[in-house]
Structure formats: structure tokens, C-alpha cells
């Protein structure tokens, strides 16, 4: 049978539970993933002065192919967009300024040191994002920046991240579709502190200066992203989610939920719903945690799952911003980035073809056996079919045949590399 007469067969049996199939792949197609450009390269950016990573930050793996350059890394992200359905976004971070072989410190990042990202994201219709860049760094050497007790070095991270949003603004600014600038920081004590609360206020006075300093938020919106810990940083970190959850909501910026970022039995699924009631929006970075905040490659597992399901059917669609974190250096990394995404992607279909309302009607009558016995009769409803189909509309490969696209492109471009 062809992927429409499957499809067709499949449609019949969504529709039979009241879902209106041709309006979820509607739905989906307006749906734009945040893909992280820091797959394709193992987080090593373009800086003239290049450090080794720090900051609690660690890719394993050498799998040949790694982009060095910025043409390099642009081809292997249009590689992986070409196999992925949909029109998606670009994030990146400070660290791939292009300097034209000059050392620019953090501190005088302009939007110049971008122009070619800008010019690559009109021809291909992208959105970006943007993250200061706050780890592989000297002065972020002690493992404090933002919270620093040394004046100077907290200064210089206070300047680098008005220099990052004054960038995210220039990227709304020129792409028509505002910048998630995303503040991240990987302060924090090896072991137990005797104060908690003084880098804390650090953190939020350096936050409060950045912010003083207006963006349009047409053009530029702000977010803050919390850690549970970090390797050098497992007893304490200074921006815990609480803190972050507070500064959010009384500032008015966006929360950013990592889904690495917690203690291994929460789940940030769960954290959706509760924080939509008092935010307008929150931010995602999606992962997968290993035991620890190991930002393997997203699987289609339950939890991912949850999160799609979290953002349908509380109508989230255009409250949340989803953006993956993930980076494996023991696979190819194109490979990586279209597993990944495309998995993000499949758990808002499966997620648009659940009857959600009915479920809700379920639990509200208190009729629990009912609500199992369908939620588990949908993980094994012809969902592949409806997605196959919506591979071939948008004119990316179906199955496995996207993998062999990526070995064609492994042999002919990512093999030469060095």
C-alpha cells in the first residue's frame, strides 16, 4: 500500500475518537523547533582565543565529521533541516561570533560578528536565538560569573550579556520573528557553601542592571534557565529553579525549564501546567538525562511524550518556545540533530492525535478505568502511518530513508574532514 492509502486507514480510526486529522497536521506545520547549533561542532564556537570547555560542560565522543569552520557547521545544519518537516529556527551561541580572525572579548560582541548567520537565515526563511556565552572562559575560570564577589569580572559578565540581547534584538529585528535570549550561568560551589544567599543577591543585582537596559521585546524576549547542579558545582548552584522561577515571575521574563536540569525523579512535565497558570509563556530546552544532566539525543520515550501532550492540550502551542540541548559526540552529528528534532516534532502529532478533550471529560466524571484503557490504546494506534504522510507532504524522506541521506552526506562531505 502506498504512505496516502495507509494514511487514509489511519485517518479513519483518529476520526472514529472525534480527531480532525488534516487540522492537526495543520497545527503542527505552524509549530517552529529551536534547533541548537552547538551539536554540530561538541560546543567548541569559532573564538579566535578558543578555550577548552568548562563550566560543568562535557561532550564524549569523536565520532568523525565535526564542523570546524562556520560554512561547515551552516552545511550540516541544511543537511539536517532538509530531513526534518517543517519550518524550524536556529539558536546559537556567543562563542560563534565570526570575528573575521580578530580577538573580540565576549564584552564587545556586536551584531556585526553575525551578519553572515542573519544573511544564511533569510535564504533558508530561519528564525534565531541566542545565548550568551558565560562557561570556557578565564574569568569564568572560578566558576562564577554574574555572581562573582570580584567587581571587575562580574562587570565583564554583566557587559557581555547587554552585548548578547543588544545581538537577539538585531536578529528580531532583521528575520521579522523575535529572539529567545536565553541567560544561563553556571555559578555555583563544589561543595557545601556557609552562604547561600549573598551570590544569590549578586545574581540578581547583575540580572536587575542587565534588564534596566530596555529591548524591544517585538524584536528581543528574555528568558533565565535554571540548574539543579553541575559537575564542580554539585553542592550548590546560585541560580536554582526557585530563584529563577521568582525573578521570572516578578520581572516578567521568560522561565526556561531544561528538562536535564533537575533532580532525576522530577520531570518537567509536570512543571507545564503549573507555571502557564501564572506565565503568558515559559521556554523549553529539551534533553534527555542519563542519571544526570548527560544531554543525550531526545528519544521518543514517555516523558517526551508528556511534554507534547502538555503543550496540546492545555492549547500551548503558541505559549511555549521549544528548543533542544543535546549534544553527542559518539554518533554523527547530523544523524543527532534529525533524530532529535523529528522526535520533538512526533510528540506534538502524537500529542495532536489524542483525543484530549474526551480524556479530560473522563477525569473530570471521575471515570479513571475508562481514561487508562483509552490512553493506553493510543500508544499502539496506526500513528506512524499519519506520520509518514506528513514526512512525504512536506517533502522530507519517510522510515529509514532519511539515514541514508546522511550516509551519502557522511561520505561525500563529513568523511573529508580531518
Known sequence: MSTFENYQLAKAQYEKLGIDVDEALNHLKQVPISIHCWQGDDISGFEINQQALSGGIDVTGNYPGKAR?????????????SLIPGKHRVNLHAIYAETNG?????????????????????????????????????????????????????????????????????????????????????????????????????????????????????YNVDAVESKLFGIGSEAYVVGSHEFYLGYALKNNKLCLLDTGHFHPTEVVSNKISAMLLFSDQLALH???????????????????????????????????????DFFDASINRVAAWTIGTRNMIKSLLYALLTPNHYLRDLQEKGNFTERLALMEELKTYPFGAIWDYYCEEMKVPTGMAWFDEVNKYEAAVLSKRD
Open 69 to 81: 569552520t562556520p560554512e561547515e557547521l551552516r552545511g550540516d545544519l541544511e543537511k539536517a533541516l
Open 102 to 218: 580578530q580577538v573580540v572579548e565576549r564584552d564587545k560582541l556586536e551584531p556585526k560578528h553575525f551578519k553572515k548567520w542573519v544573511e544564511w537565515a533569510k535564504r533558508h526563511g530561519l528564525g534565531l536565538d541566542f545565548n550568551p556565552t558565560l562557561f570556557s572562559h578565564p574569568m569564568a575560570a572560578d566558576g562564577l560569573t554574574l555572581s562573582h564577589p570580584n567587581k571587575e569580572t562580574q562587570e565583564f559578565w554583566i557587559r557581555h550579556v547587554l552585548a548578547c540581547r543588544k545581538i537577539g534584538e538585531y536578529f528580531g529585528r532583521e528575520l521579522g520573528t523575535p529572539a529567545l535570549t536565553n541567560i544561563w550561568v553556571p555559578d555555583g560551589y563544589k561543595d557545601i557553601p556557609s552562604d547561600r544567599l549573598t551570590p544569590r543577591r549578586r545574581l540578581k543585582e547583575s540580572l536587575d542592571k542587565i534588564f534596566s537596559v530596555q529591548m524591544d521585546e517585538k
Open 286 to 324: 529539551v534533553s534527555r538525562p542519563v542519571r544526570w544532566d548527560s544531554d543525550h539525543v531526545i528519544i521518543l520515550d514517555d516523558e517526551l511524550r508528556e511534554i507534547g501532550l502538555e503543550i496540546v492540550r492545555n492549547d500551548a502551542l503558541n505559549k511555549v518556545r521549544i528548543g533542544l
